[in-house]
């Protein structure tokens, strides 16, 4: 999809646009420079992302970590029962749909490339990486993203859940927009040079200050930005 196509699927969309310069200044300033080093292997990456769905960082580490302390290699993931796999994975949560999906990934890999590695990733089109990514069982844009951008420093830009939280209260997204949806939309809004910092920025901001169930407005500095603090204090748009 293109930029143009991808802003057309929102209203209002010069405005939303216009606001990413201002805030990634503001957040730049708050948060430090950031720049892309990988953070472990492609498959790792892999493997470790379906271990995350719906669970914390925490349980998704220590989860991971009992897999890859229980198994020397993936070939014996796929090979492992999986009641067996369920088990060392548990502290992830959700270790029944997990388990199978790990090894359904797994033996997708291995069929489509004779072996268990995806590094082939980064030398084609960024559009048919996503597309094999998400052919795979419990593998959405979420996922692909965040495989392509923190493995291979290649601009997708993931969008979970503080990034959906944040930049639909900010005022980059509409609120009813989907998830999948707002993968397309900040990746025409955000400079492809900008991803990954600018997605670390928003999940830094999330958790600090614009929490899910009360968002500290009262301390933020990027109020003169915000939709959300407009609508709730009737401040204007300071773009």
């Known amino acids: 999809m293109t930029k143009?196509?991808?802003?057309q699927q929102i209203d209002d969309a010069e405005r939303r646009a216009a606001k990413y310069q201002p805030v990634a200044r503001t957040l730049r300033e708050l948060y430090g420079d950031l720049r892309w080093t990988p953070s472990q292997p492609p498959m790792d990456e892999l493997i470790s992302c379906i271990l995350s769905q719906s669970t914390s960082d925490t349980n998704r580490d220590r989860g991971f970590a009992a897999l890859k302390k229980r198994y020397p290699s993936w070939e014996a993931v796929v090979s492992?029962?999986?009641?067996?796999?369920?088990?060392?994975?548990?502290?992830?949560?959700?270790?029944?749909?997990?388990?199978p999906r790990i090894q359904e990934a797994l033996r997708y890999v291995y069929d489509e490339r004779g072996e268990y590695a995806i590094d082939f990733l980064q030398d084609i089109p960024i559009d048919e990486a996503k597309a094999w990514l998400t052919r795979m069982k419990g593998i959405g844009p979420k996922t692909a993203a965040i495989v392509l951008c923190f493995a291979f420093g290649l601009p997708a830009f993931p969008v979970d859940?503080?990034?959906?939280?944040?930049?639909?209260?900010?005022?980059f997204i509409p609120q009813k927009l989907s998830v999948n949806k707002a993968h397309d939309v900040m990746e025409a809004i955000v400079p492809?040079?900008?991803?990954?910092?600018?997605?670390?920025?928003?999940?830094?901001?999330?958790?600090?200050?614009?929490?899910?169930?009360?968002p500290q407005c009262g301390r933020c500095p990027l109020t003169a930005h915000c939709d959300h603090y407009r609508r709730e204090y009737g401040e204007p748009d300071g773009r």
């Open 4 to 7: 143009k196509d991808a802003l």
């Open 80 to 99: 492992a029962p999986e009641a067996e796999l369920v088990e060392t994975i548990r502290s992830a949560g959700l270790a029944n749909q997990k388990a």
């Open 161 to 171: 859940t503080h990034v959906d939280r944040v930049s639909k209260r900010l005022g």
């Open 192 to 214: 492809p040079e900008d991803y990954y910092a600018f997605h670390i920025y928003l999940i830094r901001h999330g958790r600090d200050t614009c929490n899910a169930r009360s």
